[in-house]
T-cell receptor, first 113, second 110 residues
Framework: GAGVSQSPSNKVTEKGKDVELRCDPI?????LYWYRQSLGQGLEFLIY????????KSGLPSDRFSAERTGGSVSTLTIQRTQQEDSAVYLC???????????FGSGTRLTVV | GENVEQHPSTLSVQEGDSAVIKCTYS??????FPWYKQELGKGPQLIID?????GEKKDQRIAVTLNKTAKHFSLHITETQPEDSAVYFC?????????FGKGTHLIIQP
């Protein structure tokens, strides 16, 4: 596609439920990143995929968070047993080479009630 | 890891005036210096970037200047317009990839 697509755009879930957030990167982009942005705050790095290499998971805040990238394309971020502090906008970005020219999606706004 | 500081956190300027946002970084091996603009409800968008072998780059009303010795780079916006109102992030590329600053909220006063 022409840009990075994220779905859903909004998600409201009950505390304790699991959620899955999806990211479709730009075709041909080998690098894919997930960030979290709380209201009025900066971007918090979560996880980074580069080609077929093992992902850099150093930013995941707890073991309730996991992500996978199938076939080097679509990525899914899963949050298990959601907590209210997980409420934020989750942004996905892709780039043709590691660390250059990120293109971001519009994000998924997650609200845990 | 890279330490990035961005100043100011909020900047209010009159329409038509210039705005300057500064970003300092710690990793002397950083070699790529982009600026992103984030409008309300959208993801950040790359607006200008510079590589370490260049001191300045311009694109119409925006420019980025780099001082590698002092480890800082700045975003300059001239003749500001209402549509420039947004949050701006610097994101120098170090050994660990891009590290984003905390953002500058630019407000254009009519």
């Amino acid at each position: 596609g022409a840009g990075v697509s994220q779905s859903p755009s909004n998600k409201v879930t009950e505390k304790g439920k699991d959620v899955e957030l999806r990211c479709d990167p730009i075709s041909g982009h080998t690098a894919l990143y997930w960030y979290r942005q709380s209201l009025g705050q900066g971007l918090e790095f979560l996880i980074y995929f580069q080609g077929n290499s093992a992902p850099d998971k150093s930013g995941l805040p707890s073991d309730r968070f996991s992500a996978e990238r199938t076939g080097g394309s679509v990525s899914t971020l899963t949050i298990q047993r959601t907590q209210q502090e997980d409420s934020a906008v989750y942004l996905c970005a892709s780039s043709p080479a590691a660390g250059y020219g990120y293109t971001f999606g519009s994000g998924t706004r997650l609200t845990v009630v | 890891g890279e330490n990035v500081e961005q100043h100011p956190s909020t900047l209010s300027v009159q329409e038509g005036d210039s705005a300057v946002i500064k970003c300092t970084y710690s990793d002397s091996a950083s070699n790529y210096f982009p600026w992103y603009k984030q409008e309300l409800g959208k993801g950040p968008q790359l607006i200008i970037d510079i590589r370490s072998n260049v001191g300045e780059k311009k694109d119409q009303r925006i420019a980025v200047t780099l001082n590698k010795t002092a480890k800082h780079f700045s975003l300059h916006i001239t003749e500001t317009q209402p549509e420039d109102s947004a949050v701006y992030f610097c994101a120098p590329r170090g050994a660990d990839g891009l590290t984003f600053g905390k953002g500058t909220h630019l407000i254009i006063q009519p």
